[in-house]
């Protein structure tokens, strides 16, 4: 069933409202125009469905969440963007950059204003508050399974995530739904959008995982497109710990050769972008063709300048990062960086939800990628 069909059968659990703050702005008007189109000539037709609300801040740095239309009963979608630094407030006659704590504390202000009048919260969160500290060692906060816990408390039904670090979180809120989401036919449409001579095959393409924690996704990846999968593994040195970490050594391939081959690596995160960056120097050193580096969030923490580097260079042909986080006008302006709208997809997934339908399809998404393949002329493998 497709979308418009959806909003035109009218047997929704409960009218839809969007719910938006400042951080995600950009990519909860795309959503929105989504469902306003998908809805015109039909009962749920309306000029937006997102409703008016604000979190005012005193200089002293206390705010407060204001919802300024009724909500009551309404089956609302928080998008929540907690990276976006962008956003900033006075703070004692300061400009003050929002942290992910300060997104975080404003969504359950925005939550706390509903005054429990909502039929239904869900939370669309595709960056997931305090995701990176996955594990808990000894005497260690656990910040995300707090998080989850203090939304369940507070009577969020759902957790919408893109590509979470690491969805066991989840566990800590066993009785609230949490959809780990992976865009994996948003980002291979926009790859082969922006480089239609792309071969999907054995001889001329190769999925790389940058380490063993992003093995899952790399994976996907090679099994939907039918090629080969190679792998590297970080060597550290537990003797010492740097910046609360122990130092990366080297990084070892374990694969087939890479030589004339094109190579996809996916991860979650660029943050330093080191990481990546090495990989990428690695598997010229192997001869490999060009290079296409992939994450979900494309924060680059420490700059552009190696990336321009190793692109004026040709050791990476292109950068992919979705548009679920906070870009810089500096990152969307580069010619390496190819940017993957993941606004539609979030919308199907509303839609899905506000009439209560299985999202089983669009969590996986083997079949649309397989036809995008038969569409660009590639055989996918389960037919070959």
Not at 46 to 65: A, H, L, N, V
Not at 250 to 259: F, P
Not at 357 to 363: E, R
Request: net charge negative; glycine share 8%.
């Amino acid at each position: 069933m497709d979308a418009k069909t959806i909003f035109h059968s009218g047997s929704h659990i409960a009218p839809l409202g969007l719910i938006v703050p400042e951080g995600a702005r950009e990519l909860g008007e795309k959503i929105n125009n989504h469902l306003v189109s998908w809805a015109k000539n039909g009962p749920e037709e309306k000029e937006t469905f997102i409703i008016e609300s604000e979190c005012p801040r005193f200089s002293s740095g206390d705010g407060k969440g204001m919802i300024k239309e009724t909500v009551r009963g309404k089956d609302l979608y928080f998008v929540v963007d907690i990276g976006n630094y962008s956003c900033q407030y006075t703070l004692f006659d300061r400009k003050n950059s929002m942290s992910p704590d300060d997104h975080f504390m404003d969504l359950k202000r925005l939550i706390q204003a509903t005054s429990g009048k909502a039929h239904r919260i869900s939370v669309i969160m595709p960056l997931l508050y305090g995701g990176r500290q996955h594990r808990r060692s000894y005497r260690e906060s656990l910040d995300c399974a707090v998080a989850l816990q203090e939304l369940q408390a507070m009577g969020v039904s759902n957790i919408i995530t893109f590509d979470a670090h690491d969805a066991r979180v989840q566990n800590a809120a066993p009785l609230m739904g949490f959809d780990n989401v992976m865009p994996t036919y948003q980002v291979l449409k926009a790859l082969l959008h922006d480089f239609p001579d792309m071969l999907f095959d054995r001889s001329h393409f190769m999925v790389v995982s940058p380490d063993e924690g992003a093995m899952n996704r790399n994976m996907y990846y090679a099994s939907v497109l039918g090629v080969d999968l190679g792998m590297f593994y970080k060597r550290r040195d537990y003797s010492r710990i740097v910046n609360g970490r122990n130092p990366i050594v080297a990084h070892e391939y374990l694969g087939d050769s890479v030589e004339g081959k094109d190579i996809f690596i996916a991860d979650d995160i660029i943050s330093s972008g080191e990481s990546m960056l090495d990989i990428a120097y690695e598997l010229k050193k192997r001869k490999a063709n060009r290079i296409f580096a992939y994450s979900t969030y494309a924060i680059f923490t420490n700059g552009l300048k190696a990336f321009d580097k190793a692109f004026e260079e040709g050791v990476i042909s292109g950068v992919l990062g979705s548009n679920l986080t906070y870009r810089t006008p500096a990152l969307r302006s580069r010619p390496w960086f190819h940017e993957v709208d993941c606004s539609k997809y979030i919308a199907y997934f509303i839609a899905a939800l506000n009439y209560d339908l299985s999202v089983s399809a669009i969590i996986d998404p083997s079949a649309k990628v397989h036809q995008l393949l038969k569409d660009h002329g590639f055989c996918p493998p389960d037919v070959k």
